[in-house]
């Protein structure tokens, strides 16, 4: 027998889960396929940030897509908090990308700079740092000596992104989603009226379907009409023993999350799909987090992991619906944490909507085929 | 063949050991209970695995935090601590 669903969410992940999430919203049955723990599961290995400063650069609606995500977030994780009771841990702290040197310094003044120029309005409200500022904003930080400054972004925050995707998980039980682990889809198949999606334990029938499977997309997008190339990029990260709490700011390299770890990373490296660990890279990381704070010398790492991240070509997201088989949208980002607050309300809305509208046009994957 | 016996502090207590012994196991000799609580909850938690997989252990040993107790041998005069939640920075 074939079962029905109103919507098919392909990708149990962060960014299926926000989705599914905000399409559940509204009165349709949904249901989410998701892997077992053999999947490449993004959502599990990354860093925390919800995180405006250096993305963006060159693709302006992807810096405006992530302010409004930032906007969102802490309704977001309030209404995930009443709904499941699972703390996310989000906080709207700010951020940092500290720069080391003279040589960071100038290049990442520079790159603010630009980021202005190309939008009308800078959507991140960044700026520039000097050390006296920093000294100023974190008085119990120790800085290293090679700190000079650091861009700063008054949106940017963190969050466990761990209970960032188990609280969509239990808000997809709450808002009567039909979630199902082990069960990858197999093949898609468009019918009339919409699409048929085989499992290794059922088929299913639904007029609507929602590609968000990461690098699981590749095997299914493009028998449904669409032409994107997601690549793997590795990121390691080094987590620490616990702390007590030293004020300090979330950077792209070092955050304290609410527990007391250290999160030191990372990496951006094209290895396929390979998440193997290097004590090289772990190394590199870990100095350059004690420049930032020598202090951070004392602790000892007691874990290390690598992650792959799902990346386009320009890494900016790709959203679209497929012109062939209306019905059929695809959705993929490498910063799955930082919108899954944009994807559970206005990604979620337009695709229940059924068009993509205006605003999303520019993430169409036509940008990568020069049309 | 008896094995050399040594005294180390538990909670400033001198305890008579093995000198085969490791500071957790010290501490379990003493019968300290707790020998930590949880920088997250609070909890006194105790050694549980001795073999330097759960971290449950942590003391401060001779001052020094966050130490995995059952990793560390013990040697005369060894000053064995409860850790109280997270260890600080310097």
Known sequence: ?371 | MATERIVVYVEGTPVEVSAHDTAASAALRAGLGHTRTSPITGEKRAPYCMMGVCFECLMVIDGAASRQACMVPVRPGMRIERQHGPRELD
């Open chain 1, 1 to 371: 027998m074939i079962q029905t669903a109103d919507a098919v969410v392909i990708g149990g992940g962060v960014v299926g889960a926000a989705i599914a999430y905000g399409l559940a919203r509204h009165d349709t049955r949904v249901t989410v396929l998701d892997e077992g723990d053999v999947a490449i599961r993004s959502s599990r290995v990354n860093f925390g940030l919800v995180w405006l400063l250096g993305k963006g650069d060159g693709m302006p609606a992807y810096g405006f897509w992530t302010r409004r995500s930032a906007d969102l977030w802490p309704q977001f994780a309030n209404r995930l908090k009443e709904e499941t009771g699972v703390d996310t841990h989000y906080v709207k702290s700010g951020g940092l990308s500290y720069c080391l040197g003279e040589a960071e310094l100038e290049t990442r003044t520079e790159a603010i700079r630009r980021m202005r120029t190309q939008a009308e309005r800078d959507p991140y409200e960044a700026r520039m740092l000097d050390r006296s500022e920093l000294v100023q904003m974190m008085p119990r930080v120790k800085f290293g000596p090679d700190v000079l400054g650091a861009s700063y972004g008054p949106h940017d925050g963190h969050v466990s992104p761990l209970n960032l995707l188990h609280a969509l998980h239990i808000g997809l039980k709450y808002r009567g989603v039909d979630y199902r682990p082990a069960s990858p889809a197999l093949e898609v198949t468009p019918v009339h009226g919409g699409f048929e999606v085989r499992t290794p334990q059922t088929r299913i029938s639904t007029p609507k379907l929602v590609l968000a499977a990461g690098h699981g997309i590749t095997p299914l997008a493009r028998p449904l009409g669409f032409d994107v190339e997601i690549l793997a990029e590795r990121g390691q990260i080094l987590v620490t023993e616990r702390a007590a709490p030293i004020a300090l700011l979330p950077a792209n390299g070092v955050r304290q999350t609410a527990e007391g770890t250290f999160l030191i990373g990372t990496t951006n490296e094209d290895v396929g799909y390979d998440v193997s660990t290097t004590p090289p890279a772990g190394a590199a990381m870990a100095r350059r987090a004690i420049r930032v704070v020598p202090a951070l010398a004392q602790l000892r790492v007691v874990r290390a992991w690598a992650g792959l991240r799902t990346l386009t070509k320009d890494e900016c997201p790709v959203y679209e619906q497929s012109a062939r088989y209306p019905g059929a949208f695809l959705a993929t980002c490498h910063s799955g944490v930082t919108l899954a607050a944009v994807h559970a309300n206005d990604l979620a809305e337009a695709i229940h909507e059924g068009s993509l509208g205006d605003d999303l046009a520019p993430f169409h994957s036509r940008r990568f085929h020069g049309h």
